[in-house]
């Protein structure tokens, strides 16, 4: 058994191993929401893996949809600086002769929200969806550099 992670994303599901990405929740066939205070119904909302850089001119958003239509999706400005991404993955249709053996991918509803600075220009937000990556691009504001005037001293 390794005790360092595995570099290539390799998943592995071993109780003794504390890298281990399977988490077992002794709640998860109770009707109430799990232990770890995530219900079914938001739980896809783990899975909206969201990237935030900025650059010189821009805040760049890259979300990580795969499954979603661009129609499944809403990005918000709410209160002036609060960007909001929402979505919904649907459950897929169950037919009573089919046997599932292991259901990993979540469904439901998911929100992310992010509060921006003040020099975001909130009015120019643009987004785009490609290839199961959600892009959402907000123009920064350019920095006024202030006059400086040079006073002599005199004596």
């Not at 592995?12 to 799990?34: A, E, T, V, Y």
């Not at 770890?36 to 979300?63: C, I, M, Q, Y």
């Not at 089919?98 to 439901?108: A, F, I, L, P, T």
């Amino acid at each position: 058994m390794s005790i360092v992670p595995s570099l290539f994303g390799g998943r592995r599901s071993n109780i003794f191993d504390p890298f281990s990405l399977d988490i077992w929740d002794p709640f998860k066939d109770f009707p109430i929401s799990s232990s770890s205070g995530v219900s079914r119904e938001t739980s896809a909302l783990v899975n909206a893996r969201v990237d935030w850089k900025e650059t010189p001119e821009a805040h760049v958003f890259k979300a990580d949809l795969p499954g979603i239509k661009k129609e499944e999706v809403k990005v918000e400005v709410e209160d002036g600086n609060i960007l909001q991404i929402i979505g919904e993955r649907n459950v897929e249709k169950e037919d009573k002769n089919d046997k599932w053996h292991r259901v990993e991918r979540s469904s439901g509803k998911f929100t992310r929200r992010f509060r921006l600075p003040e020099n975001a220009k909130m009015d120019e937000v643009k987004a785009a969806m490609e290839n199961g990556v959600l892009t959402i691009t907000v123009p920064k504001e350019e920095v006024k550099k202030p006059d400086v005037k040079s006073i002599e001293i005199s004596g």
